[in-house]
């Protein structure tokens, strides 16, 4: 059974610093989503990771994945006050071309002025 | 958002009866997906259908029922609601299965 795990679940930080979202999962996959989703609202995608090694970086967020490790990263520099939302890491349903996405818990990201 | 519309928006609906949610999209995508959001849970996927007529179940898909019979269209039916399927629907379309997943602004649901 496919298991992805977030870490942490719940992030309070300064505006300016930095800090890393894991996500874990338990089986074989190589291809792995980040999702945002603002408070009431949709998911909106962020990256694509396809394959072992690959890093996506976008803005202040900068996405990376170790398929070896099963980990994936979501790195945030210098945190704004418009990047609080919750993140979601999501990873193909037993590794397998169905598009069938198994999601992590959510990381809600609070940053503070 | 991607072409991709849901509907009812919010919906209150007591224990039983049936209710079917649509989702409707303009992007002529060939994959669609029902998840289902609840707080520690992420999104857990209920349905799926890989083209008209082709449908395949996903982690909670007990109580639920799926039709797609136009590519524009994936209805979502829960046969006799119940408290536990109190929650927020999203559907997802995408172009082929290897590829990101778009979502629709998602339905509020609360069976009482």
């Known amino acids: 059974e496919l298991k992805v795990e977030q870490n942490p679940l719940f992030l309070s930080m300064q505006e300016g610093k930095n800090y890393t979202i894991y996500c874990n999962y338990s089986?074989?996959?190589?291809?792995l989503y980040w999702y945002r989703q603002d408070p009431g609202k949709s998911l909106e995608s962020l990256f694509v990771?396809?394959?072992?090694?690959a890093v996506k970086q976008e803005g202040r967020l900068m996405a990376s994945l170790d398929t070896k490790a099963r980990l994936s990263t979501l790195h945030i520099t210098a945190a704004v006050h418009d990047l609080s939302a919750t993140y979601f890491c999501?990873?193909?349903?037993?590794?397998?071309?169905?598009?069938?996405?198994?999601f992590g818990q959510g990381t809600t990201l609070q940053v503070k002025p | 958002d991607a072409g991709i519309t849901q509907s009812p928006r919010h919906k209150v609906t007591e224990t039983g009866t049936p209710v079917t949610l649509r989702c409707h999209q303009t992007?002529?995508?060939?994959?669609m997906y029902w998840y289902r959001q609840d707080p520690g849970h992420g999104l857990r996927l209920i349905h799926y259908?890989?083209?008209?007529?082709?449908?395949d179940k996903g982690e909670v898909s007990d109580g639920y029922s799926v039709s797609r019979s136009k590519t524009e269209d994936f209805l979502l039916t829960l046969e006799s609601a119940t408290s536990s399927q109190t929650s927020v629907y999203f559907c997802?379309?995408?172009?082929?299965?290897?590829?990101?997943?778009?979502f629709g602004q998602g339905t509020r649901l609360t069976v009482v």
């Open positions: 992007e002529n995508h060939r994959y």
């Open positions: 997802a379309i995408s172009v082929s299965e290897t590829t990101e997943a778009f």
């Open positions: 259908s890989y083209g008209v007529k082709d449908t």
């Open positions: 999501a990873v193909d349903m037993l590794g397998s071309n169905t598009g069938k996405l198994i």
């Open positions: 990771l396809l394959s072992n090694g």
């Open positions: 089986t074989t996959s190589d291809r």
